[in-house]
C-alpha cells in the first residue's frame, strides 16, 4: 500500500533510522545499524543497489562496472576488517565466494620497459631490490616506513574512531609526521631513480593524483592493503552488494527501489524523516545520506538551515577525479591477445606530472589500466572470449564546457586514443577482435550515481585533505549522518562500506550519550 504524503499525526519515527541511497557507504550504515537491531528502511533511486559497484550487459558479455581489486579482506588466519564484517552478517564463507589476484600489477612503458610486480610485503619489496640494486638501502627504509604507517593505521582502525589524537601522537608518531607530505616529498629522501619511482608508485592510478599532490599516507596504507591480499568477488560486484541487501533483509530491514529522495525533512531544527520525488513520505529522527555531502546539504536539506560554517566546509575541499572506461568484449581469449596478467598499467613515460596532465583536459591520455578479468575469473565472459576493461582516471569538471553535439565525438575519440595505446604496448591486434564495446565518461558516472562530476573518490585525496582533515560521519543537522566514499578515509569499495559503518558508530554514540 502507498505511504501518504507527508502527514503530522504520522508516528515521529516509523523506522530508527533511514538510509539514503544503496551505494556502499549507504549498505554498510545499514547492515550494520540491522546488526544493532535497529529498524532501518534503505531507499535507493535505482531498481538495483550497489551504485557504482554494479554490473551490466551488452551482447553476451556482463561487464563488470568498477571493482579491479577488493582490498581488506585479508586471510583466513589474519583476517581483514571487511572480512570480520562479512562474517557477522553471514555472508562469508558461505554465501559470497571470491577469488585470491595472482599478482599485483604489470607495469608496461612505451620505451619497452615491461615487469610484473607480485604480491606479499616482503616479495613485492625483494622484487624492487632485484630490479633496482643501486637503490637497496632507500627500497628498505621505506618499506619500514610504510609498515609503522601501516601499524599506525590499524591501530586507529581497531578503535573505530575512538582513538585519541594524543595516543596516537605516542604510539604511531609515523602517522602524524608523514600525514603533512606528498609522495614525492618521501621519495626524495628515499631514491633516486625516475623508473624505480613510476613502478612504485604505480597506483597512483587508481589514487588519481601523482607523487607530487597525493597525499602519502593515503598511498602507502593503499599499497601495503592490496599487498596484503586482493581479491576479486565471483559474481562481481553486484554478488557482493545482493549479499549485503539479503544480509540487511534477514535481520529485519526493508529496502525500496526506484525511490529518489528529493527531501530531508526538518522539525525543530533536527532530522525527522524524508520526502520522495513522488511525494511520498517516511519518518525517522535519523537519516544517514549515501548521498554525496553538497547535494545532502544543499538541495536536499531546506536552504536557511544550514551554518555558513558548515556550508564552508563541504565546498571547501576540491573534488576529486571520476574515470573514463572502455568495456571491450573480446572474441580469442586472453593467451591469444597477451593479456598475461588481471591488471597491466600502460605508461607513457616515468614523468607523472606530465601523465597527470591528461588527467584534466579532454586529450589522449597518458595512463591507462587494462583489466583483464578472466585472470581472476575463469567464467566471466563466455568460453573462448575475454572481458578487458580499460579505465583512466579523468576529472569530470573538464566536460562542463563540452557542447552536446560534441560529446559523442570526443568520446570516440578518447575511446580510440585508449584501445591504441593497449595495440602499441601489449595486444597488436586487439581491434580485430572487438565484438562489444561500450564506454563510460565522467558525464556518464555522474548520470549513474548522481556523485559529483561523477567523482569516483568523492573529495581529491591531496595533501590538503588527508583522512584526518575529511569530513566526518556527522552531517550538517542533528539526526543527520553521512556515509560515503566523500566522508572518512576516503574512497574505494572497502573504505566506503567502513564510512558507513562509521556512520551508524557515530549514530550509536549519540544516542547512547543523548546528545540530542
Ligand atoms: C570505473 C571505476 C573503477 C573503480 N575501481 C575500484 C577498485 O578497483 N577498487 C575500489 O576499491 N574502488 C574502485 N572504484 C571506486 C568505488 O567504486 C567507489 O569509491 C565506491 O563504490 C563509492 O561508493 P559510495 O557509497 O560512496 O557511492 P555511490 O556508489 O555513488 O552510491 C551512491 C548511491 O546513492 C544513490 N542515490 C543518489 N542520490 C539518491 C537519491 N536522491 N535518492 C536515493 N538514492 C540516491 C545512487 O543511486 C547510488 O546507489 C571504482 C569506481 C569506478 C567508477
Redesign the pocket.
Known amino acids: 500500500m502507498r505511504k501518504k504524503k507527508y502527514d503530522e499525526s504520522l508516528p515521529d519515527s516509523s523506522y530508527d533510522v533511514i538510509v ?8 554498510g550504515a545499514a547492515c550494520q545499524l540491522a546488526l544493532s537491531e535497529k529498524k532501518v528502511l534503505l ?4 531498481n538495483v ?5 554494479t554490473s551490466f550487459v551488452r551482447g553476451r558479455f556482463e561487464f563488470e ?7 581488506d579482506i585479508g586471510t583466513e588466519d589474519n583476517r581483514g576488517s571487511l572480512y570480520e564484517f562479512f562474517e557477522e552478517l553471514e555472508i562469508f564463507p558461505e554465501k559470497l565466494k571470491y577469488k585470491y589476484v595472482n599478482e599485483y600489477y604489470r607495469s608496461v612503458f612505451y620505451d619497452g620497459y615491461d615487469v610484473i610486480m607480485p604480491l606479499g610485503v616482503d616479495t613485492y619489496f625483494n622484487k624492487l631490490i632485484e630490479l633496482f640494486p643501486d637503490e637497496r638501502e632507500g627500497i628498505e627504509k621505506f618499506k619500514i616506513l610504510a609498515q609503522k604507517i601501516r601499524e599506525g593505521f590499524n591501530y586507529v582502525a581497531s578503535k573505530g574512531g575512538k582513538a585519541s589524537p594524543l595516543s596516537i601522537l605516542i604510539k604511531h608518531p609515523w602517522l602524524a609526521r608523514i600525514g603533512g607530505l606528498t609522495l614525492k616529498d618521501i621519495f626524495k629522501r628515499f631514491f633516486k631513480n625516475p623508473r624505480l619511482m613510476a613502478v612504485l608508485a604505480q597506483i597512483w592510478g ?1 589514487d588519481g593524483l601523482p607523487p607530487s599532490q597525493l597525499n602519502s599516507l593515503y598511498f602507502i596504507i593503499t599499497l601495503m592493503s592490496l599487498l596484503r591480499s586482493s581479491v576479486f568477488p565471483m559474481g562481481r560486484s553486484h554478488a557482493l552488494t545482493s549479499c549485503m541487501i539479503n544480509a540487511l533483509k534477514e535481520l529485519g530491514g526493508e529496502v525500496r527501489y526506484n ?4 527531501r530531508i525533512l526538518v522539525k525543530n531544527g533536527r532530522v525527522s524523516g524524508v520526502e520522495l520525488l513522488n511525494g511520498d513520505v517516511y519518518r525517522s529522527k535519523v537519516v544517514v545520506s ?3 555531502p553538497i ?1 545532502t546539504t544543499m538541495k ?1 536539506l531546506p536552504e536557511d538551515i544550514v551554518s555558513d560554517s558548515y556550508k564552508r566546509r563541504i565546498y571547501a575541499p576540491k573534488i576529486g577525479n ?2 573514463f ?1 572502455v568495456y571491450l568484449g573480446l572474441n580469442a581469449p586472453p593467451d591469444k591477445l597477451g593479456l598475461t596478467t588481471h591488471e597491466t598499467f600502460i605508461n607513457a613515460t616515468d614523468d607523472m606530472d606530465d601523465m597527470y596532465q591528461t588527467v584534466e583536459k579532454l586529450e589522449t591520455p597518458k595512463i591507462i589500466v587494462a583489466a583483464c578479468y578472466n585472470h581472476v575469473s575463469e567464467n566471466i565472459s563466455p568460453p573462448g572470449t575475454t572481458q578487458l576493461v580499460l ?1 583512466t582516471i579523468q576529472m569530470g569538471n573538464v566536460w562542463h564546457s563540452v557542447p552536446p553535439d560534441q560529446y559523442h565525438r570526443i568520446k570516440d575519440e578518447i575511446t580510440n586514443d585508449m584501445v591504441s595505446m593497449v595495440e602499441r604496448t601489449i595486444s597488436p591486434n586487439l581491434r580485430e577482435y572487438i565484438e562489444v564495446l561500450e564506454a ?1 565518461t565522467p558525464v556518464t ?1 555522474y548520470r ?4 559529483m562530476d561523477g567523482a ?3 573529495y581529491t585525496q591531496s595533501i590538503m585533505d588527508s583522512p584526518m582533515l575529511r569530513l566526518g560521519s556527522r552531517g550538517a543537522i542533528p539526526g543527520l549522518y553521512l ?4 566522508i572518512g578515509i576516503g ?6 562500506i567502513n ?2 559503518r562509521m556512520a551508524a558508530a557515530a549514530y550509536l554514540e549519540d544516542l547512547k550519550k543523548k546528545r540530542w
Open positions: 539514503v541511497g544503496a551505494g556502499l557507504g549507504g549498505l531507499l535507493e533511486k535505482h543497489p550497489g551504485g557504482y559497484a562496472g568498477a571493482l579491479h581489486v577488493l582490498s587508481y525511490a529518489l529522495v528529493n549515501n548521498v554525496n547535494c536536499m571520476s574515470a572506461s579505465t563510460a558516472y549513474y550515481s548522481k556523485s569516483i573518490y568523492g556515509a560515503g566514499a566523500w574512497g574505494g569499495f572497502s573504505p566506503a564510512s558507513g
